[in-house]
């Protein structure tokens, strides 16, 4: 083994630990943080869910070598541009992929992942199911607004019946998805539900979402005030609208009961609804390179290529 491999990290510790508040280390400013201007419209939901990234960042003292922001296409994808530091802007619905590739070679790091509602549920509807089931640590945020924004008002999976669109001008007619369901059903081990109109709350679920040892999901109602004005104004108690909390005495590791909970009808419920541990892809391919590892343990490289070749023979 050449040393320069035997210096990869071994994936055995996977939880990337927040520098203690005595650690010395500076927290980052939002100066440091912010990139471009944001180019979403004004008062667009998505700025508070990045003006909550960096609050958690700053709150947290991860450095810039701590942390990559990762997203696909769409409005709410342009996230990572606006982040000065490591992150990526990748293919519609393909986030969760390379996101996945970071968190299992990069163990160290803090890995969230941004995106809508056409993002997460229709293009990458399967991506956010395999990365579910496969419990790979990271934080998914996906900003729901009912709506395909960038592309200027297409029906979404989360689109409401009736919803009039470019591509449903009589209203739609598809049953919409219900993430949390759908989080819950594919094996999530942690599933949450926010908006942006309550800071507090989104800095909440973001916190318990990153400490968490696994797939963190978080659905964030992020109101497209171009194309779905006033989506979540039964939400939003200073439009008149209701956030009600996950009852306290509800039991995080209860399925079955979150389930039920996320099935609510809108404004639903807003909190942690599920929350279990369960062994992580990351941890468990970290076990099968260290048994690898030990079988070839003081040889050369040269050696285990001859080995291989051994063994085709
Ligand atoms: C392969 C591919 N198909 C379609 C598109 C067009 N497209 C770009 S963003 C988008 C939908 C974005 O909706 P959502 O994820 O809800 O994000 P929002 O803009 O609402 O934040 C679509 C269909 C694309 N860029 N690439
Ligand atoms: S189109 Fe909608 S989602 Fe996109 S930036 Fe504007 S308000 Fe936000
Ligand atoms: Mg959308």
Known sequence: MS????????????SAVPAPPDSGL???????LAADHPTWCPGCG???????????????????????SI????????FPYFVQAHGVHYIHGRALPFASGISLSRPDLHVFVFGGDGDAFSIGGNHFTHTARKNVKLTYVVMDNWVYGLTKKQTSPTSPLGFKSKTDQWGAVDYPINPLKQAIAAGATFVARTTSTNPHHVLAMMEAAMDHDGFSFIECLSECVEFYEGAFDAANPRKGGMFMEVPKNHDTADEVNAYR???????GYFGIFYNVNKPTKNAKEADINKAAMEK?????????LQKNFDRLR
């Open 261 to 267: 909970l996320a099935g609510a009808d809108f404004p």
């Open 46 to 68: 998505d700025f508070s869910v990045l003006a909550l990234y960096f609050k958690l960042i700053e709150k947290r003292k991860l450095q810039h070598d701590n942390f990559v």
């Open 3 to 14: 040393e320069a491999i035997a210096e990869i990290p071994l994936r055995g510790n996977i």
């Open 26 to 32: 500076k927290a980052l400013t939002k100066k440091e």
């Open 296 to 304: 070839v343990k003081g040889l050369k490289d040269w050696q285990i």
């Open 71 to 78: 997203a696909g296409i769409g409005c709410s994808s342009r």
